[in-house]
């Protein structure tokens, strides 16, 4: 058996992308196998190599010394990454010296681990973590994964939380708002024709096995990021690997690319009073996606930073497309036309904690203890013509770039935070 000499080098070479899906894998099935410190070997070569194939030549005293470890504990390491098929090792001694390549390879997919064929992983994983850790890793990774019939569901409903009296005025229905929520109701997510996807997919001969467990994200950040099915499925294929592996961070980062606006244009919250109104602002919210929701009320191309903060929303919290403008629209109200990261968080921590599943629920929640609530649903006038909160103390956060968070109380009611 080899050990590695304290003056050979190596090189790293590399014919793949890590997914997001693939670090999920690494860190939920194999950590717990090879350990952390072989994980932090793994992603090391990884960062290292970069976007190239090949990244040349070091001391492996170097990389030992970079990850704070030792020599032996390095080949102890690199030994572990070998036998769980997440690096092949060779070695090549002539005049000059010795030498190693690192050959990097992918993790296995969900699919493939808990196959009935990879005996040993399997087995490896459940002998360290037990059966019971197995099962919920095999859940975390299950597509489509209903919930158990031994739960029962014991969701609050409204009547619950809120005293209603549906003889009040505000209840009263003939203006057509339920069939809006319930039948007229069309979102952006709904909207995506996965069918024109797939034809675009089979134009470019891209195999659809390919990003069978990467769909969801892929079809999530088309949809946060306003990118049509067709385009989705060109850059699907510009993501993909000469070895045919598949990239999600690669695909998110080309879509934001194509986020571009050239002209502001006027988004009109409402122009009259009364249930109408609110209702069609909430269609203007469910019926475009974020980014063009952001570049057209700022008539300029979204920040990478705020492009990564609307998929936060998306991929942390779940929150729908018109959840999430709500979100923006809120926020660029009361704090100027900015969008501090702390201050959309704050927010999205109280809907999160109130279980809301859409914009309307949204704006109910935020402004049911907001005395401009009013104002702000009816007032006559146009995104570009904002004004400020009426409490001075966010006024003045506002200004600042670290908008001092605590004052959201003020908007959304201390039983809320």
Excluded at 59 to 71: E, G, P, Q, T, V
Excluded at 190 to 215: M, Q, T, W
Aim: net charge negative; aromatic share 10%; proline share 2%.
């Amino acid at each position: 058996m080899i050990v590695l000499e304290e003056n050979s080098v190596y090189s790293i070479w590399r014919e793949y992308t890590l997914s997001y899906n693939d670090r999920e894998v690494l860190m939920w099935l194999y950590c717990p196998i090879v350990g952390a410190e072989a994980i932090s070997l793994y992603n090391m070569l990884d960062t290292l190599i970069g976007n190239k194939n090949r990244y040349d030549s070091m001391f492996n005293s170097d990389l030992a010394k970079r990850l704070a470890i030792s020599i032996n504990e390095l080949d102890l390491n690199r030994k572990k990454l070998e036998a769980v098929n997440l690096l092949e090792t060779y070695r090549k001694e002539d005049v000059s010296g010795i030498k190693y390549i690192y050959k990097l390879l992918p993790p296995a997919t969900p699919k493939k681990f808990f196959s009935d064929s990879n005996i040993v992983l399997k087995g490896l994983l459940c002998k360290t973590m037990g059966e019971k850790y197995m099962l919920n890793a095999r859940e975390h990774f299950a597509i489509g994964a209903s919930i158990s019939s031994e739960y029962v569901d014991v969701s609050t409903s409204a009547t619950d939380v809120y005293l209603i009296d549906l003889d009040e005025p505000y209840y009263e229905m003939e203006n057509g708002y339920t069939s809006f929520v319930d039948k007229q109701f069309k979102s952006v997510e709904s909207d995506f024709d996965k069918e024109v996807f797939y034809e675009g997919l089979k134009e470019r001969h891209v195999d659809k096995a390919i990003i069978d467990d990467d769909l969801s994200e892929i079809l999530r950040i088309g949809t946060i990021y306003g990118v049509k099915p067709e385009k989705c499925a060109e850059l699907v294929e510009n993501s993909i690997s000469s070895n045919n592996v598949f990239s999600v961070e690669n695909f998110k980062n080309l879509a934001m690319s194509l986020v571009k606006y050239g002209s502001k244009k006027d988004f009109i919250r409402s122009n009259t009073s009364g249930n109408t109104e609110s209702a069609r602002t909430l269609r203007e919210y469910e019926n475009i996606s974020p980014a063009d929701f952001l570049g057209l009320v700022s008539g300029a191309t979204p920040l990478k930073s705020e492009l990564e903060l609307i998929d936060t929303l998306s991929k942390e919290y779940g929150f729908t497309s018109g959840i999430i403008n709500f979100i923006l629209d809120y926020t660029l109200t009361h704090c100027d036309n900015k969008l501090p990261e702390k201050f959309v968080l704050k927010v999205a921590i109280t809907l999160k904690r109130s279980n809301i599943k859409t914009a309307y629920d949204a704006m109910a929640t935020l402004y049911r203890n907001d005395k401009n609530a009013k104002k702000y649903i009816n007032k006559d006038a146009q995104v570009t013509h904002r004004q400020s909160a009426t409490n001075s103390d966010l006024e003045e956060t506002s200004e600042k770039e670290n908008v001092d968070v605590s004052n959201l109380d003020v908007l959304i009611g201390d039983d809320e935070l």
